[in-house]
Structure formats: C-alpha cells, structure tokens
C-alpha cells in the first residue's frame, strides 16, 4: 500500500522534474563550467535583496568562497557542494535552486505556479538557508578532487590544514545548522547493488560512531532520504543506492553528524548517455527540494526508517562494455573469453572537455559482471590491427563467418 506521504512526495517530485527546465541555469550546461561561470551568478543574486551573499573566506589561491543566506526561518540548513574540486553536478543543481527561489519566471499553468509559489513560500519561511557552493575552487578549476595543498578536504576535519576545511568547520560551529547537506560526485561506474543498474544517485545518513548508532539527530537524516529517494524513483527505479557507511574519523559528514547536525550525503553518480550529468543535475534539484520540503513541513517524522535501509549498497559491478563469448587468439592459442572495457576520461586541460580513452580491463569470465553496454558475441572472433590484450585500447572488428557484425573504435560500438 502507498502512504500519503509516498503518494505526496512523488507527487511534488513529478511537479518539480517538470519545472526544472524553467529554473535551469542556462549559464552552466557542462561539468567543468568553471569558476568564473559560478561567480557570475553568485554576484547577481546579490541584486536581488532576498540574498545575503558574503564572501566567507579565501581558497588557498586567493579565490572567493561563498557564503549565501536566504530566509527568515528558525530551521537553519546549511548545503555545501564540490569540496571535491572534480564533483561539479551539486553545484550546478545549486545554481537551479537559486533561480527556484528568486522565481524568475513562471511555469504555464496556473495550478502548477500555485504548488511552487506555496513551496518557495513555505521553505523561505520555516528555514534559513546557508549555501556554500563550490568549497574547494581551486580544486575545481585544476579539476582535482584535491585542494590547492594536495590534501583531501574530506580527511581534513579534525586535523584542519586546509583553509577550505577550516571554513567549514567554522561554519558549523558559528551558525549550528539543524541540517546539512554535503553534496559529491562518485565514480559514474557505481551500480545500486550488485546489479547492472548504474547507482545514478546515492544517499547516505553518515555514522557519527564506530558502532554506527542510530541517534536521534541520524534518524532524522535516514527519514528524509526516504523522501529523497521515492521523489526520484519514478525516473531511476532501481538506480539509488546506499553508499558504505563506514564511520571515517577524519571524514567532515561523519563529524558533523556527530557535532549534532543531522547530515545527508548525496553521491551523483552515473547515468547512461549523461557524460555531462545534466539529468542527474536535475534529479539533484528534485531531491533536494523534495528533502528541503520535507524539514520546512516536518513531515519527514511520518517517515520510517525501514525504506532507507533497504536501499542497495552501492558496489562496483559495472563496465561500460562487457564483450561475451568472444573467440580471441592470441599468438597460437585460441580462446573464448569475456571482455570488459572501460572508456576512461582525460580532463583536457584549460578546456571545459573530456577525450575518452577506452581499455580492456578484465579479459576472462566476466559473468558476474555487467556492462552498461553489453554485446553477445558467441561465434564471433576479434579481428584487430594491433594484437589486443590486457590493457590495450579497444579498437577491433567483430566478425562471424567472416562477416563484419561490430566494429569497435575506441570502446564504442559503431
Ligand atoms: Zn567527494
């Protein structure tokens, strides 16, 4: 049976994903959009007098971080993006969320208007909103997950060495938000279980122990990300997962949950044909304002827990292709195998792209394994150039009977 809160959630899910072209930052279309793109709309929020924009501190090389406030509420929430300098898709579901909340321009219907009028309403009015939106701009220009000092700002919370980590600390303990949302990127290869489902989206209510004790304040996390996670099933069914839990002593979701403030981790992950991450930047927007609705109304506490621990753990069960059955020779032998390959992304430097360089990564039994793209090749030998091999670029012809059936160029089936 579907409880109302289900059939609610959705139902503002659904409204949202259809808005999200309205409220989408036409500045920012790609992932290495850069910091300058980010400032640009930053700057101009501060027209607009339902912001307060602050510059909170200085990266490690001189750039801006922001502060922005919005609201009058006595729920403080504070959302933090890209302390990952190369976890991007935050930021720009951020930039959506700011143009939600300045309510530039109108949807076409008037019902519509309405349910989004009355959300913008109620979030401004229950909660104060503390954005800080790309926290490691260093990183994020040098397309590093790293900060300018080579170290990781999410190893970085109690021994505090980087000026990005110290800001955030700080702000914890000066404005005492009552919830917090630390927003990543992971590998787009993560599958929501071991299944073939790319783990497009993951959630994670952080341990504040070792013992991974459900507290009060993590209950809370756990509740919301139910909400979270049913507001964009309708569109990834099956693709969310759970990301591993291990308590991380150094780990800032982890000690934040701790210092009392309930944390929600989102790890974006992959979506088949999204190298941008433009659909999962709008998913991104759905859940968020789904889980901020849900603290502004407080109807997370209709919420069990049970939906969240069932969440599939994220795992790693996916290439890009897995080739079957293939015949492979290979000087005198001939065999039959599996392939998996995996086309790997080369950050152009100075550019906002990517080249994509493929390589055969497993040669064997893949079976329990499963590939974003999938060819059964029974009957079918590899006719290549070059010899292929373990680690080579996945460039070859697929033939039967000596009729062509795939090419191959560079880990992409023609
Ligand atoms: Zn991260």
């Not at 790319?198 to 459900?214: H, K, Q, R």
């Not at 693709?239 to 991380?248: I, K, L, N, T, Y």
């Amino acid at each position: 049976m579907i409880s109302l809160s289900t059939t609610y959630a959705q139902g503002l899910g659904e409204i949202l994903y259809d808005s999200h072209e309205i409220y989408y930052e036409k500045t920012i279309t790609k992932r290495r959009f850069g910091y300058q793109t980010l400032v640009n709309r930053i700057e101009g929020l501060k027209k607009n007098n339902l912001f307060e924009v602050s510059i909170a501190t200085k990266s490690t090389e001189g750039r801006n971080i922001y502060l922005i406030k919005c609201g009058t509420g006595k729920t403080k929430v504070m959302l933090w993006s890209q302390m990952h300098g190369d976890e991007p898709t935050a930021t720009m579901a951020l930039a959506d969320i700011f143009n939600f909340l300045e309510n530039k321009k109108d949807s076409s219907t008037r019902k519509i208007n309405l349910i989004l009028d009355n959300l913008r309403e109620e979030l401004l009015k229950k909660c104060t909103f503390y954005f800080v939106p790309m926290l490691n701009p260093d990183g994020a220009e040098a397309w590093t997950r790293y900060t300018n000092l080579g170290i990781d700002m999410n190893r970085d919370a109690l021994a505090l060495q980087t000026p990005e980590g110290q800001l955030l600390k700080q702000l914890v303990f000066d404005l005492k938000p009552d919830f917090g949302f630390n927003l990543h990127d992971k590998n787009r290869r993560y599958s929501a279980g071991q299944s073939g489902n790319l783990a497009t989206m993951s959630f994670l209510a952080t341990a504040y122990n070792e013992a991974e004790d459900v507290n009060p304040t993590r209950k809370r996390a756990m509740q919301i990300i139910v909400g979270m996670n049913q507001a964009v099933q309708l569109y990834i069914p099956n693709a969310v997962g759970r990301w591993v839990s291990d308590f991380e002593p150094r780990a800032f979701g982890d000690n934040i949950q701790k210092w009392g403030t309930t944390l929600i981790l989102i790890e974006s992950g992959g979506y088949k044909n999204d190298p941008e991450k433009q659909y999962i930047r709008k998913l991104n927007f759905v859940s968020l304002l789904t889980g901020l609705q849900m603290i502004a109304n407080k109807s997370y506490k209709k919420q069990g827990v049970k939906e969240y621990e069932q969440l599939p753990i994220n795992s790693k069960a996916i290439y890009d292709l897995i080739i079957r059955n293939v015949t492979i020779k290979k000087g005198e032998s001939i065999f039959k195998a599996d392939l998996a390959i995996n086309r790997n992304e080369r950050p152009v430097k100075g550019k906002d792209y990517f080249t994509n360089s493929s390589e055969i990564e497993e040669i064997g039994d893949m079976s329990v394994f499963f590939g974003t793209d999938e060819i059964e090749a029974m009957g079918m030998e590899i006719i290549a150039e070059k010899e292929i091999g373990l680690g080579s670029k996945a460039d070859f012809q697929l033939v039967k009977e000596g009729k062509l059936i795939y090419t191959i160029k560079n880990g992409r089936i023609e």
